[in-house]
């Protein structure tokens, strides 16, 4: 597990200036940021990541692009703060693979259901595929693919192990990561 310590500068640098710069307290702020990250979905949805920019989210939401810069530090941090979100949100699709975990489900049809439920998701959600792409793309944002997952390995693992496969740990680990992958 790396901590701040362990990282070097320059990676601190980077995910600080990442960093969502404060998180709004009062309903009206609260608004603001979530008509900028619903906007900068839109846009990333119609004109994808190479025509998005701060002055084009703060003229198309309808507030000034300092506005932007209160919350967030640059663009990158805006289309860091929707891939977590919706990152979070694709993570509820599988509900720890709870299903899978019952050695009576054929889990041929489970897994196939899995792959259907995601990939059907990210068609159907606003800036869905244009995020994923942006997570491929971008170094930075390959950071949240990978913990995302990460996370949704592990809950594989521990759905296999429950289901009573008899293989190791380590072996599951690798197994569920190739999977998600």
Same mark, same amino acid.
């Given at each position: ?56 989210? @703060?003229? *198309? &939401? ?7 810069? =209160?919350?967030?530090?640059?663009? %990158? $941090?805006?289309?860091? !703060? ?51 792409? @942006?997570? *491929? &793309? ?7 693919? =990978?913990?995302?997952?990460?996370? %949704? $390995?592990?809950?594989? !693992? ?24």
């Amino acid at each position: 597990m790396s901590t701040s310590r362990s990282r070097s500068p320059a990676r601190r640098r980077k995910s600080i200036a990442l960093a969502q710069r404060r998180q709004p307290v009062q309903a009206r702020a609260q608004k603001s940021v979530e008509v900028i990250l619903n906007t900068a979905v839109r846009i990333l949805e119609e004109a994808g990541l190479e025509a998005f920019n701060t002055n084009v989210l @703060a003229e *198309r &939401a309808g507030i000034r692009v300092r506005t932007v810069y =209160r919350y967030f530090p640059n663009k %990158l $941090a805006v289309i860091t !703060a929707v891939a977590e979100r919706m990152a979070a949100e694709w993570n509820g699709w599988f509900d720890g693979f709870r299903d899978l975990a019952d050695p009576g489900t054929d889990w041929r049809g489970l897994w196939t259901a899995y792959i259907d439920t995601f990939s059907a998701g990210i068609l159907r959600a606003p800036g869905g595929l244009a995020i994923r792409r @942006a997570m *491929r &793309a971008l170094p930075e944002l390959q950071a949240i693919d =990978r913990r995302d997952n990460e996370r %949704l $390995a592990c809950q594989l !693992a521990r759905a296999l192990e429950l289901r009573g496969t008899g293989l190791p740990r380590t072996r599951l680990r690798i197994m569920s990561r190739l999977l998600v992958e």
